[in-house]
């Protein structure tokens, strides 16, 4: 296992020089000037120029990229142009609020679907199930966007129970934290919840149709004992395979929908970054969250293999 960690980790070096460099290329392919949004827009040609030399951005792209890489060696993401701050301090600070959302993001949708997926599968063909299933299906077809808003109108306008928008620390205040950020995590788990919902039933469904499973109930065993003690387990190792597609998921979607809700994540970061062409901190903020979701899928690795004994990680297998 622990040959197989660092044979991971050593693997991912390749994928994190891809990600930063077809960003860094993108970049330099859209339309915009960084300089002329530093400069802003009533500068002298003169005065872009002087910044844009100041920035670096006169250096061909090759010379851009190297430089980049060699601070990047050095623990340095670069100074964002608008906000004249470090980067890595910059997305630090972000991170924590799109983390914890992204978590309880994460944690809504594994409690509802897993719970709804079994209920459906346990009652297939029923009422229940065909109610569960509408229900994965509506989820899976709204844009989170739409979502939203639409939950904005109607739990902060006319209901007044949630906050528009904004964050508040979990640290100072949990309950706060809560209110905040209960509709942007609903907003970013509807869709998942439909998808994870339809999956653990689709793999119930299997699993109790399995010949152990016929055989625990010919021994006399509760339901309640052969759904949670011998399918529930083999359900679970569908769904952790997924945790790290899903995470990866709500953090993407956090670009939207952090924007609609004033979050000041790391996805409101980028968007804005985008937006105004600030290069060192689209950069920085990529590198970081490809580094955690990479850790994430790692992690999820080794719970597959203790979900199910049969894989065993050895010399790289």
């Known amino acids: 296992m622990g040959r197989y960690i660092v044979q991971r980790l050593l693997s991912s070096i390749p994928v994190i020089f891809l990600v930063t460099l077809i960003s860094f290329s993108l970049m330099q392919l859209v339309p915009g000037d960084p300089a002329i949004m530093v400069a802003g827009l009533q500068a002298t040609p003169d005065e872009v120029e002087r910044v844009r030399v100041q920035l670096g951005l006169d250096q061909p792209f090759h010379m851009q990229l190297l430089h980049w890489y060699g601070n990047l060696l050095q623990g340095d993401l670069g100074t964002s142009f608008l906000l004249g701050r470090d980067v890595l301090e910059v997305t630090l600070e972000r991170l924590p609020v799109s983390i914890s959302i992204a978590v309880y993001a994460l944690v809504m949708t594994l409690l509802v679907s897993i719970v709804a997926g079994i209920i459906a599968a ?75 919902a339809r999956i653990t039933r689709s793999t119930m469904l299997e699993v109790l149709r399995q010949d152990y499973i016929r055989t625990a109930r010919a021994k006399g065993l509760s339901e309640r004992k052969v759904v949670g003690k011998h399918a529930l387990k083999n359900v679970m190792i569908p769904v952790v395979t997924v945790i790290g597609i899903i995470f990866s998921l709500l953090l993407s979607g956090s670009v939207v929908i952090e924007t609609i809700f004033s979050v000041p994540g790391i996805g409101s970061l980028l968007g804005s970054a985008i937006l105004r062409r600030d290069y060192p901190v689209i950069q920085g903020g990529l590198l970081l969250v490809a580094a955690m979701l990479l850790l994430l899928n790692l992690v999820v690795d080794v719970l597959y293999a203790y979900f199910d004994p049969r894989v065993r990680y050895r010399n790289g297998k």
Do not use: C, K
């Not at 906050?163 to 640290?171: A, I, K, L, S």
């Open 122 to 196: 346990l009652r297939q063909n029923s009422w229940v199930d065909q109610l569960v299933m509408t229900i994965a299906l509506i989820g899976v077809s709204l844009p989170n966007f739409w979502l939203g808003l639409m939950l904005i109108v109607l739990f902060s306008v006319h209901l007044g129970w949630l906050p528009t928008g904004g964050y508040v620390d979990f640290r100072e205040d949990f309950w706060g934290w809560l209110q905040a950020a209960t509709l942007p995590a609903v907003s970013l788990a509807m869709l998942q919840m439909g998808l994870l």
